[in-house]
DNA sequence: GATTAACCCTACTAATTCAGTAGACTATAT
DNA sequence: ATATAGTCTACTGAATTAGTAGGGTTAATC
């Protein structure tokens, strides 16, 4: 239940990005010292993320990375589903639409209503936190509490 | 933010127990052939779990694996924890006395925050469900909604 | 229009982890 | 005695991950 360092790094980087793009364009390098990341390995990310359309580019000299919207409206959900594939604590549940569920040959599988329940919270959870929400302060703060 | 082999096999196998064991000890052999999973295998994940004291072996003829506690003391939180170790998304929080912190390090972590609420609601979660909410119904059958 | 600062992209490699096997040992019911 | 079943460590092959290398393209500036 870890998530790699791509998810990890990226979510990281995309705060760092939040926190510096209000001056226009970002270039990576910043980002890449800032973090104590492999400058070529975050391009790799970058290049995700930006096929994601969660971050757009500029070329050339003052280009760098921008926000591709607000950072209210981005999640962590969406930052760690494009660099990590779909959320999904068993294989059976990644591919949904593809019918190749092993559940069924074994027999009726009585563990896939755990693993449901887990994907839906832990979706639910990080789609319910944006950028915005861990840069800037979130709207309700006291939601950690209870465990 | 998958699973692996150990920690899914080993639910599947921890429910198959539950449902056989009631005739006295279950044999490992069963077990690996009603789940598809092979027999060595299995025997590496059941020798994890009796470490962890979820099982009890009973050797010789006639031998085989029993829960050690009642089937709704033992929550699939502990079977995943067993296999898998401590649930964490990310390393900073596996050791969390150990102080080998990296977050400190690079920088203020802004995402450190996320990942404790994702942990502490994984693990909420997990420790909340038992093998006997499992296979014999759940206490409360609609806890999956509002997401 | 040359230079240079930046992103773009694919392919490769080293390290690690994962999944599974092998095989030798121990206990106990019959 | 023998067969059945668990115990335990070490090994291996495959897959994934983390990171490198290196050759592109674009565009601002001098
Ligand atoms: S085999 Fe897919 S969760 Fe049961
Ligand atoms: S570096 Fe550990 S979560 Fe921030």
Redesign the interface.
């Known amino acids: 239940?870890?998530?790699s360092a791509k998810g990890?790094y990226g979510?990281?980087a995309m705060?760092s990005l939040t926190l510096e793009e209000s001056g226009g364009p970002v270039p990576l390098r910043n980002i890449a010292e800032?973090?104590?990341i492999s400058e070529q390995f975050l391009e790799q990310i970058f290049l995700e993320l930006r096929r994601a359309e969660l971050i757009k580019s500029v070329r050339g000299p003052r280009g760098g990375y921008l926000l591709a919207r607000n950072s209210a409206e981005i999640s962590?959900g969406e930052i760690?589903e494009a660099l990590?594939g779909p959320?999904?604590?068993?294989?059976c549940l990644?591919q949904e639409g593809s019918g190749r569920n092993r559940c069924e040959?074994?027999?009726k599988?009585?563990?896939i209503?755990?693993?449901?329940?887990?994907r839906?919270?832990?979706?639910?959870?990080?789609d319910g936190?944006s950028l915005a929400d861990?840069?800037f302060g979130e709207k309700a703060e006291k939601?950690?509490a209870m465990?």
């Open positions: 239940m870890r998530l990890e979510v990281r705060i800032k973090e104590g962590i760690v990590e959320i999904a604590p068993v294989d990644a040959h074994v027999r599988c009585l563990s209503d755990v693993w449901i329940k887990l839906d919270a832990v979706k639910g959870l990080l936190i861990l840069c939601t950690t465990v």
